[in-house]
Structure formats: C-alpha cells, structure tokens
C-alpha cells in the first residue's frame, strides 16, 4: 500500500481530485462529440426520408426498448447510490451497488442482443441479407444502418463500462476505496453519461411516428 | 577536470525501458521527436516522388492509382502524423509543465499512453502502405472511400483514427494541466502565450477530433459491414461525409497554426528583448481562433452542392477568422518595432514564417471568397495556399522552436552559421517549390492528376527544383542537431538570456523540473523598459 | 390534477433541502421523476400533437439529462471550471446541428428536364 497521498506530479490531494474530475469531465465532452456525428447523420436523413424513418422505427419494440430505458435510469441509480457508498467507506454497500448495476447493465445488454436478434431474423440488417417489403427499401436501410450504429456504439461503450464495474468490485474488496473514492467517482460520472446518450437515443429512434 | 555528474532528466535511469516506459514529459517529448522526425521523413519521400513524376507533363512515371496513393499518402502522414502531433506532442510536451511552474502534466501515463498510441496508428498506416497503400486522398470522401475504392481504406482509416486519440488525450492533458497545475503566482494573463496558444489548440483537439473518429468508423463500418450511411444508391449523402469530415479537419488547421504561433511569441518577444505588444490581444486571438475555426468549415465545400446559402455564411465567417490571425501579425510587428533585436537562426525562422504565414492567409482570403474558390477549387493554388501556412508557418516555427529551445532540450548549442544556412536555404527552396504553384493554379492546372497541359511544364520544373532544394535544406539541421549533441558546445540553463521559467532551471533540466514549487511574482517577458 | 401539483411539490422541497443531510433522498426523488418522464415521454408519443412530437420528446430527454447531469453527476455544485466543460460539450453539438441544419434546409433541389 502507497503511503502517499496524493501522486508526485500534484502538490496536494485536493489539486488531484479536482484535476481527475476534469479530467474525465473533458473526456465526456469528447464522448458527447463522438456521437454527435451520428445524431447529425440521423437528423439529415430523418429529415429527408420521414416516413422511411417511421417506417423503420415501427419495427422497433417500444416495450423492450422501454423496459431498457428504465433498466438504464435504475442502473444510474444505483452507480450513484455505489459512489456514495465509496465516500462513506462503506465496503459492502459499495460492491453490492456495483454489482446491482452489472447485473442491471447485463440485463440492458441482454434484451439488446434480442433485439438485435429480432432484426436478424426479420431481415432488417442493412446489408445483403436486408430485405423489406413495400417502399422505401433504401431510405429504411438508412434508417437501419444508424440505427445499428448509434445502438452499437452505444452498447460498446456499455460493456468498456462494466468492465470498469468488475474493476472497481475487485479494488473495492481490497478496501481501496477507504481513503479515496475518486475512481468509483469517475466511474460513476462515465456511466451517467452512457445512461445520457441512451435518454436520447430510446426517443429519436423508438418513439417516432407512434401516434400513426 | 572531473565532468559532472549532475543528474538531469536524460541521465537518469538508462536502458531501452527507461525510456520507452518513462513517465517523464520530457522524455516522452524527445520519443514524439524522433518518432515525428522519421514520419515527416516518409512523408517527405511520398513528396520528392510526386515532384519527380510532376517534371514532365505526361503522366510516365508512375500509373495513375499509383500516383493516386502518392498523394493520399503524403497528405495522411504529413497531416496526422507530423503536422498535428509535432509542435504540441514535441514542444509542448516537454515545455508546458515547466512554463507553468509543474513538475510534469497532469496525467503522465495518459502522456505516455498518447506516444504509443500515435504509433499503433502509425503502425496501421505503415501495413497499409505495404499491403498497398490507399488511393482516396487524405480527404476520404465518399462514395469512393465508402463503396468504390479497391485499396486499403479500411486499415488506413483505423490507423487515423487511433491516432486521433493520441492527440485528444494530449488535448485533454494540457487542458488539465494548464487549468489546475498552474504555479501559485501564475495567473491566466502571467501565462507565456505559448501556454495560451497551446490551452487554445487543445480546445480543438478535444472537441474536434471525436467527430472524424466517428466518421472515419462510420466508413469502415460501410465497407465492412454495408451498413450504407453515405451510399447514394440508398439515399445516402455524400455530402454528409464532407461536412463530418470538414467539421473537424477544418480546426485541424489551427491545431496545426496555434501551437506554432505560440512558439513565434516566444521567438519573437526573446529576440527583440521585449514584451510582446498587446498581451491579452495575442492570448486572446488565440481562444477566438479556436472557436471561429470551427464555423467555417464549409469553405471547403463551397462547390459540393451544399446549399449556396450555407455557402455565403460560411463564406462571411471565414472572412471573420482572419481578424485574429491579423491580430497576432499585428501585435508581433508592433514587438519588432523599437526592439533590440538579433538575428540568430531561430529569430530567422521567425521572420520567415511571418512573411510566408501572412502570404498564405492572405490567398485563403481569395478563397473565403465564393466567387474565387469556384474558379480555383481543387486547382494548385489550393495546394500552393495550404502548404505555404503548412510549411511555410507550421514547419518553419517549429523548427525556429527546436533550434530555440534546443540548448534547453539538449544540454547544447547548435552550430549558428550552419543554423542561419539552413533557413535561408530553406526560405529559398520552399519558395521556388511553392510560388509557381500558385501561378499554375490560377491559370487552372488541377491538383491530384499526375498529367498536365504542356504550357505548364516550365512552372512545374521550377517547383520541383525547388523542392529539391527544400529537401536539402530539411536533412542540413539532422545533421548537425546530431552532431551538436556530442560536439556542440555546452550551453547553460540560460543562452539566450530569456525570460520565462523553463530559463530558470538547468539545461537539460533536472526530472523533477524544480526544486520544489517556484512562485511566480512578474509578468511574463518581463524585459524590462518597454511601453505597453 | 392535484396529484401532480403535490408530487411537483414534493419533489420542489426535496429539491431545495440542502443535499448533504439527505443526498439519498435527493437521489431516489430524482430517480422517480426520471422514471416518471421515460412514462411520459412513452404516452405522450402515442398522442398525435404533429410537429409538437418531436420538440416534446426532445424536452423530455433534455430534462431527464439535465437531472442526471446536476444531481447524480453532481454538476450542480461542481467548480466553475467542469460546469463551463459541461456546457461548451452541449454547445458544440448545438453549434453543428444548426449550421448543419444551415444547409440542408436551404438547398435547392437540381430538377433533371
């Protein structure tokens, strides 16, 4: 165990926490960024092609991609009730709350291979095995193929999250976190934010058109 | 005589993995050189053998695709792989803790973590090349890159975008470093602007670079997987490439620009012994830089089919980006004005760059202008525009900044005759290489064809020749940068007598920078009797 | 309707506490209302309200970031500094949808003869 409290390069405990924090702080706006190629693609295309579009996003599941929302908020949940436990030192209640959020994370991810699934099975994979009947063939693989991208994208970034979760559970049973819980912390902050991305995304690509 | 055995950052520890494990900013710098080096060389190569094939009008040395991959090649690893690392990953790496009073950046293995990164990326490129090289341009524009392009798109646009997060998270680095690592006494407007100018680039690099990362995967995704968002037979958009693509390639240019007028602040005020004019003016152009570079990227799609309208907006701000680039010459000028100056080899690269950078901005006022572009899109004189702010502003201040800070770097002086030589040799060439190209452009020789009209051969000849000589005038300071470092005399922790804190501590600096935290009482280039 | 004047109330005070007595009550408070929204949001997309769909789909995810971002982000009490971080992310994306939406909405259609 370091008997240093802050690392070499910093004067102080309080300079490195508060460098970490914005550090990942600017690390999400390049995460925002990211995907805002994506969101602009989609905003040209759902601009041009409206009924492609809900077309397309009627052969989503609005349940399973509602169930998945809510599965998401929870898992924001309890990532905040873990970090809170880390500042209070609290060893068990921290590695519970991470693990209620895999397994919440899991679920999400679970319910996405379904989907995922589903679309293979339908055809609805851009590609040569797409096939639909009825208008709009290529404008519905536009949809499709942002649709898959911007979800894909989405979950990768989830599952580069749980890994961060098994990390910071192993560290936590070590008690790592008793004096400074500012990985789980930075952690936390990534994890809203994918919680962010996915409370844009279930509107933008479910919930068009629902009303027809 | 006993030498000294003083400890110092290249001394301490020896071995391969000392280094290329180092936490040091400075040795991380020195890994970004020589590796920057080597691909600036490549990428020069790529260049000698476009001009070779561009002596005669016919198309005879090369076949067309392959002239294609020349190009494409010499514009991805000159632009990814020199031109934006170079001054940031170079100069700014090893100066920027110490300018700002710190023992090193905030996140040291995300520093190192950026080197390796850079060369996975470089590592792509390199596999591509050999397994065939890609034939797109640098600019990737669908739907070739997309759907119709036989060559190694894909691994190519893997190498740039693992190399983009090189630089994001230098970006994010000096981002941190320079807003909580900052000495006591070092304010924002104490900061020598070769900080601010960094801390703007960073902005861009940070907000910019994610967009070509995910552009760049949504191209790959298409050849690999179909998954078809730029393919017309879809109803896809080639010109959502472009803007995806411009938006950040774009503020690419001022993350190139930034960080070397930074190093002309610093050149220009040590130089002329005196403050630099208008302070807060410099410092300020900077961080406006930053966020105008970003709304003008649709002058490069002027004639894409992009909405005319679009078009004059974008055409009105890239008029309005100028002012602040105007403002640094202005303010630079006014510093000249009334100093003492001397001209040693890196106030020569100074003077060089002003020139050349103020002839280059000027020509991208002719292309602001819609009516102009149109006629000379995608003719030379876009090449000659770009490389004479490249080239002849990047290039030249970077190496001003070498040569500056090289007695810091090193421990040593560099011969100055052969200093002086070399960058007039390299004023020279450069502009032999690039002036015709501006002729030949406007008269409407188009870039990226490797055949041309007849007429055109005497003004081709010339910038080869120059190029030549260009050439020359790069390798002279590799060799004798080298041989400095065994022969070149000792120089002290301040030669140039400097202000600034990188000139307060010993050359080459001790690892840890200070002895523990300096405290920053004046402001900086505080020559002394200068007026505001 | 005097139910959602009370829960609006409820979650008003919670809001107000000062955080550090009870910051487990802000933060199952702030969850309800996230989940309460993923329902609206749900309902409200089944109602035909025309252009007005869209804006208030986005509204809501707006609002359900917002909440994410100051309460369990801790943005709302953070230094100056990461809050100007946070907006200039927000700001760059806003800066290239409108200049992107610059052109798309005014192009002028090629009419093949």
Known sequence: MSTHTHAHQFDTPQQQHQATRLGMWAFLITEVMLFSGMFVAYILYRTWYPEAFIEGSSHLD??????????????????????????????QAIQKNLVLTLVLGLVFLGIKAVEYSHKFHDHLVPGPNFAHEGIHGGHLQLFYSLYFAMTGTHAFHMIIGMGLLVYLFIRAGKGAFNKDHTAVELVGLYWHFVDLVWIFLFPLLYLLGRHL | ??????????????????????????????????????????????????????????????????????????????????????????????????????????????????????????????????????????????????????SQVIITALGVFITGFSSILTGLNFLVTIHTMRAPGMSWFRLPLFVWAHYAASLIMVLGTPVVSITIILVALERLFHLGIFDPALGGDPILFQHLFWFYSHPAVYIMILPAMGVMSELIATFSRKRIFGYSFVASSSLAIAVLGFLVWGHHMFVSGQSMYAGLVFSILSFLVAIPSAIKVFNWLATLFRGSISLQTPMIYAFGFIGLFTIGGLTGLFLACLAVDVHVHDTYFIVAHFHYIMVGGVIMAYLGGIHYWWPKITGRMYPEWWGKFSAVVIFIGFNLTFLPQFVVGYLGMPRRYHFYPEEFQILNVLSTAGASILGIGYMIPLFYLVWSLRYGKVAGPNPWNAKGLEWTIPSPPPTENFDGTPEVTEEAYNYGTNHA | MDFPISITLFIGTTLMSTDHESPLKLYATIFGVLLGLTGLTVAVAYLDLGPLNTLVALGIASTKAILVMFYFMHLKGSDKTIQVFASAGFAWLALFVVIFLADIYTRTPIHLP
């Open chain 1, 62 to 91: 609005v349940m399973l991609g509602t169930i998945n929302t809510l599965v998401l908020i929870s898992s924001s949940f309890t990532m905040v009730l873990a970090v809170h436990a880390a500042a209070e030192g609290k060893k």
């Open chain 2, 1 to 150: 005589m006993t030498r000294l055995q003083r400890k110092h950052y290249i001394n301490n520890g020896y071995g391969a993995l000392s280094w290329f494990l180092t936490l040091d900013h400075k040795r991380i710098a020195l890994l970004y050189l020589i590796t920057a080096t080597l691909f600036f060389a490549l990428g020069g190569a790529f260049a000698i053998a476009i001009r070779l094939e561009l002596l005669t009008p016919a198309g005879d040395m090369v076949q067309s695709e392959t002239y294609n991959k020349m190009f494409t090649m010499h514009g991805i690893i000159m632009v990814f792989f020199f031109l934006i690392p170079a001054i940031p990953a170079v100069l700014g790496n090893f100066l920027l803790p110490i300018m700002i009073g710190a023992r090193d950046m905030a996140f040291p293995k995300l520093n190192l973590a950026s080197w390796y990164i850079y060369m996975l990326g470089g590592l792509f490129t390199f596999v591509a090349m050999a397994l065939g090289g890609v034939d797109t341009g640098w600019t990737f524009y669908t739907p070739y890159s997309s759907t119709y392009a036989n």
